[in-house]
């Protein structure tokens, strides 16, 4: 799949599961308190926040593909990252295509977030960056003025959010909802992916149905329905109560 698609889908998810997460009771000793991760997911700057940050770790997975957008965003940074996911986990669409990836970039983030600030912020803005870069905004030749938008495009939205008293409890919730996005996304495709890593198997749809990732159907078809479908569930979730 496209990283355009990925970052839809991750956003998508995100406003639908947010409210019932943060509806949750509580869950005894099973998984611990939830309570203070999701209570403030469902404010408007939290939910926007939110489904940004979902948009960008949706296109974590991709990491191992020096070629995806992820890995040509931030220029020689994220190609040679790229480069080195890819040879740690074995190549495209393996590790990072998995539920363990999926786990372990949840709590990864969150003892990350939990411990420091700073570097929660970084990924806040390095996520929210990816998403912007994702729905086209400083795509195109990548040039100085596109990266400038960016830049200040995601600043921007940072302080704005930071304004309103945003804090970052969930951030590990999204992130881990976002690569789930991501790989149940690719599952849709013809190639599939090692839901059950280290296990081989790949998952995906049966008789050939799965899509081929840049073709038409995605770009015209997919693409559009899923810009829809997120400014839907933006416009129900933000809409005050009648
Ligand atoms: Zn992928």
């Known amino acids: 799949m496209m990283g355009h698609s990925h970052a839809l889908s991750g956003a998508a998810l995100w406003l639908l599961a947010a409210p019932g997460l943060a509806a949750l009771p509580e869950l005894g000793g099973l998984a611990g308190d939830l309570t203070p991760v999701v ?6 700057a939290e939910l926007i926040a939110g489904a940004l940050v979902c948009a960008g770790a949706a296109m974590l997975p991709d990491l191992d593909h020096p070629h995806a957008t992820i890995a040509q965003t931030f220029g020689p940074a994220t190609w040679v990252l790229s480069k080195a ?22 709590i990864g983030t969150h003892l990350l977030a939990d411990r420091y600030p700073i570097g929660r912020d970084i990924v806040v803005v390095l996520l929210i960056g990816l998403a912007l870069r994702a729905v086209g905004i400083g795509i195109p030749d990548r040039t100085i003025t596109s990266a400038l938008v960016n830049i200040g495009l ?22 881990a909802i976002g690569c789930l996005a991501h790989v149940f996304g690719d599952c849709m ?18 008789w050939k149905m799965g899509l081929k990732t840049g073709r038409a159907f995605e770009v015209k078809i997919l693409g559009p329905v899923l810009s829809v479908v997120v400014v839907g569930l933006f416009a129900i979730r933000l809409m005050p109560v009648m």
Do not use: I, Q
């Open 39 to 44: 209570a403030n997911m469902l404010s408007p």
């Open 189 to 206: 495709t013809e190639r599939g992916c090692p839901v059950l890593w280290p296990l081989k198997h790949k998952w995906l749809l049966p």
């Open 85 to 106: 996911v890819n040879w740690l986990s074995g190549g495209h669409r393996h590790m990072t295509h998995s539920l363990f990836f999926v786990v372990a970039a949840g």
């Open 154 to 175: 995601t600043a921007g939205t940072f302080l704005f959010f930071h304004s309103r008293d945003v804090g970052y409890l969930w951030l590990g919730l999204a992130v």
